[in-house]
């Protein structure tokens, strides 16, 4: 393996068959290549749906009213249903071994302003546990509380961009704003993760907001968190528990698939990381695929190069080269440049993901990587195989008897 006249000869045909040397490292190279840009894909697109989802807490469960499809109990189909705080109450009172916490939202739209700014957001009516389901983080002041909850109090908690909009660089918390046609004292400011349009929110008690809409007691949306402990088929129970309940005091037939809808975040992610995973598998036999191909090219490579170098090993055999020799040299040279093109295409492979992930985003590829021990790995199968590509010809090529190779034209 270490001999110095073995690796000279080595050097000395690929230097006079350079096109041939090209054309087998091509091959190799480009199979790494291809496996390792479609694999890191892969994990770009898990990336984006975790992105996705993780923005929120994936615990959580979101109720929605809608319109009725069936007659029941004497009442038409087609009638709308309505949440109000009732409901809040009977869920804590009913759903205490699965609920972590709850909260309602009620999102209007306003024109909000202050001195001479003003912008359109949309406002929310919010309990404290809002917080929590929507992964808010305060950079300044703090968020709605059960004081503000119980006192109604004209309190708001306006997003960064918000913030930004209306007071610049000037300090946001204790400052008054016109939000439709009431006044709010602003007491904190937040920030999302979720990007800049979580950011153009403002939060404010939902009592408050029920106050202003003539007293009311209706909500929009529940938003519920089950105890994570309870796992996904947990939540599972707990929505066909929760739906059958709901049904029964709204008056909604067991059968009817509307009225009341449900969005279960955990089941949802749980569905959506499958399909990645399944998304991956395929990516990934797509770039199998191109190491098989890199594989057999190898291999048709070196078939074409024992048989163009027939009479020469004719010659090695009548001077006495032993077939274990003759092996040796052919698998040397063959595993040289699979090696070196395999790393070749796995060093440019890392360097292209590196260079073009942040430009996938607008494709639902986010920061797409491949893993170094799997990078090697299939960098190491492809040497292996290469090298038996050039095993399986150059064991042929050994057997021939040296008169049948000299007269080989």
């Known amino acids: 393996m270490f001999s110095r006249d073995r690796w000279l000869e080595i050097f000395e045909t690929i230097r006079k068959n350079k096109l041939r040397t090209f054309l087998s490292g091509f091959t190799v190279a480009l199979g790494i290549f291809i496996f390792i840009i479609l694999f890191g894909f892969g994990n770009g697109l898990k990336n984006q749906f975790q992105e996705f989802f993780l923005d929120d807490a994936t615990n959580t469960i979101s109720l929605f009213a809608g319109k009725t499809s069936k007659p029941y109990k004497g009442f038409k189909s087609n009638r709308r249903i309505e949440f109000d705080n009732s409901d809040l109450a009977d869920i804590k009172e009913n759903f205490p071994f699965f609920l972590e916490y709850i909260t309602p939202r009620i999102s209007r739209g306003a024109t909000v302003k202050y001195k001479n ?191 163009e170098r027939t009479k020469e090993l004719g010659i090695r055999k009548a001077l006495g080269a032993t077939p274990k020799s003759v092996i040796q040299m052919i698998l040397h040279e063959s595993i040289f440049i699979t090696t070196i093109s395999g790393y070749v295409g796995l060093f440019i492979g890392i360097f292209v993901l590196k260079s073009i992930g942040v430009s996938l985003q607008d494709y639902f590829i986010k920061d797409p990587y491949i893993d170094t021990s799997t990078a090697l790995f299939a960098t190491v199968i492809l040497i292996l195989f290469g090298g038996i590509a050039g095993y399986i010809p150059a064991k042929r090529a050994a057997r021939i008897k040296p008169i049948v190779a000299l007269r080989d034209e």
């Open 117 to 307: 700014e003003f912008d359109n957001y949309t406002t929310r009516g919010v309990g404290p546990a809002h917080q929590f389901a929507e992964k808010t983080i305060i950079m300044k002041g703090r968020y709605i509380n059960e004081d503000d909850v119980k006192n109604k109090t004209k309190y708001a908690v306006i997003g960064r961009l918000v913030a930004q909009d209306l007071f610049g660089q000037e300090d946001a918390i204790g400052k008054f704003i016109d939000v439709g046609n009431s006044v709010f004292k602003v007491i904190g400011v937040f920030q999302d993760d979720g990007g800049d349009r979580e950011e153009r929110y403002i939060y404010i008690p939902y009592t408050t907001r029920q106050l202003l809409e003539k007293s009311n007691d209706k909500v929009d949306e529940i938003v519920l968190a089950f105890k994570p402990q309870i796992g996904h088929s947990g939540s599972l129970v707990f929505e066909r528990k929760l739906r059958e309940f709901l049904k029964k005091k709204k008056s909604i037939a067991p059968s009817d698939p509307n009225g009341i809808f449900f969005r279960n975040r955990a089941d949802a992610l749980k569905q959506n990381q499958q399909f990645a995973n399944v998304l991956q598998l395929i990516v990934t036999f797509v770039g199998l695929g191109t190491l098989i191909a890199g594989i057999i090219g190898i291999s048709n490579i070196m078939v074409f190069v024992v048989k």
